[in-house]
């Protein structure tokens, strides 16, 4: 097989063209385990916490601790890997991470006080490595220029939300028959063995940028890049307020057992419109797509205002999946057009901050609207968030390069 050049001449835009380019097998596969265990580790933490202290209060507040670290630490860690490449930071960043869900089974099994297991929560927060965005940028690097492009971040998507649909159930289910250590080793175990695996494709990783290119702040700190991350926080916003009010809606009604299935609908139909979105060329640029995409949103997230009965609701939280995944990808073309090649790690990895950062304050805003009213004021701050994430959608069409 040749060598990945970082550019293609087939112009069939489908995932069998992108999965043709010179090593994309190798690197895809290679970052599912990690992309699985990446979505266990956080509920694995409060399954570990909570089996050892019985305390939900002190699970939330290392899985808080592990979060935010996560958000603040991993543009950081990114940075390091633009300057000196996947191939020589991945191995020891996930070994840090390894190490630290080490530390925090060893506190929390000896029943250590609570400080020290947010301590350790914070260091595996902190050096959680971003595979989304170093995969992002190996297809950057191969597609670059190309219109399959598009169909590579659909695919990014697709394992994404995959990932996200498995790694939970998984969790649950090896925690609650194996223990609570179980979970959480099944989950580091995933995530070094895949990250290991994609350090290993060096054919296919970006070459590592100079340090005064990766250090310039104009390369990410431009309008339409802080634009673009503004509705990467409105869309998390929104899942967050979702994720609440869902689940208020379920328990309030005495259907507790509903809130699960019914928040999965979104994320299946997601996948579906994700998979039908990238398998085509879309005539219509990028950045009026992501406005109406966004406008599509707000849109669908209306009836939800009204609904009353479960199948209803249940038919209502499918729309908003038909915006979704679209958004995901399009999320992914805009950075990568907007930002230069030496800095793409980062600023993937800031858009994954913003979301986080959005599903905190989501979470916490539908909160108080559910407490003091009900669910449907919940749903009414996703429409709110959802409403902010296409007036930032405008000013990224607005202000492109």
Not at 96 to 112: F, K, P, Y
Request: proline share 5%; charged share 10%.
């Amino acid at each position: 097989m040749p060598a990945l050049t970082g550019r293609i001449s087939t112009p069939t835009t489908n995932y069998a063209a992108v999965l043709r380019t010179p090593g994309a097998w190798k690197f895809y596969l290679a970052a599912v385990p990690a992309r699985i265990g990446i979505a266990m580790t956080s509920l694995g933490i409060v399954w570990l916490v909570h089996g050892f202290t019985g305390s939900y209060a002190a699970a939330g507040s290392v899985t808080g601790g592990y979060a935010v670290a996560e958000a603040l630490a991993g543009p950081q860690v990114a940075r390091l890997i633009d300057r000196f490449g996947q191939t020589r930071m991945l191995p020891i960043t996930v070994l840090v991470h390894a190490a630290a869900v080490a530390i925090l089974i060893g506190l929390t099994v000896s029943r250590a006080s609570l400080w020290s297991l947010i301590a350790a929560g914070v260091l595996a927060g902190a050096s959680l490595p971003q595979i989304g965005a170093q995969t992002a940028a190996r297809w950057s690097h191969a597609l670059r220029g190309t219109p399959l492009l598009s169909s590579a971040f659909a695919l990014e998507s697709l394992s994404v939300g995959i990932a996200f649909l498995v790694g939970p159930a998984l969790i649950g289910t090896v925690s609650s028959l194996g223990g609570p250590v179980a979970g959480s080793v099944l989950a580091t175990s995933l995530v070094l063995s895949g990250c290991l695996a994609l350090a290993a494709q060096r054919s296919t990783a970006p070459p590592q940028a100079r340090r005064d290119r990766v250090k310039s702040p104009d390369r990410l700190l431009h309008k339409g890049f802080l634009a673009l991350a503004g509705t990467n926080v409105g869309i998390g916003l929104f899942f967050g307020s979702m994720q609440v009010s869902v689940t208020a809606y379920a328990v309030d009604r005495g259907t507790a057992s509903l809130a699960g299935p019914l928040y999965s609908i979104t994320s299946l139909v997601g996948l579906f419109a994700g998979l039908a979105y990238g398998a085509r060329r879309w005539r219509m640029p990028a950045r009026s797509q992501f406005v109406l995409v966004l406008a599509g949103l707000s849109i669908s997230t209306l009836p939800l205002l009204m609904v009353e009965n479960p199948w209803a609701v249940g038919f209502a939280l499918a729309l908003p999946g038909l915006a979704i995944a679209p958004f995901q990808t399009l999320s992914s073309v805009l950075a990568e057009s907007e930002l230069d090649s030496a800095v793409l790690v980062q600023g993937f990895t800031w858009l994954n901050s913003g979301s986080a950062a959005g599903i905190a304050l989501g979470a916490a805003f539908a909160g108080r609207a559910v407490d003091a009213y009900t669910a449907h004021y919940g749903f009414a701050v996703a429409l709110l968030a959802a409403l902010t994430a296409t007036a930032m959608a405008v000013v990224v069409k607005v202000s492109g390069r």
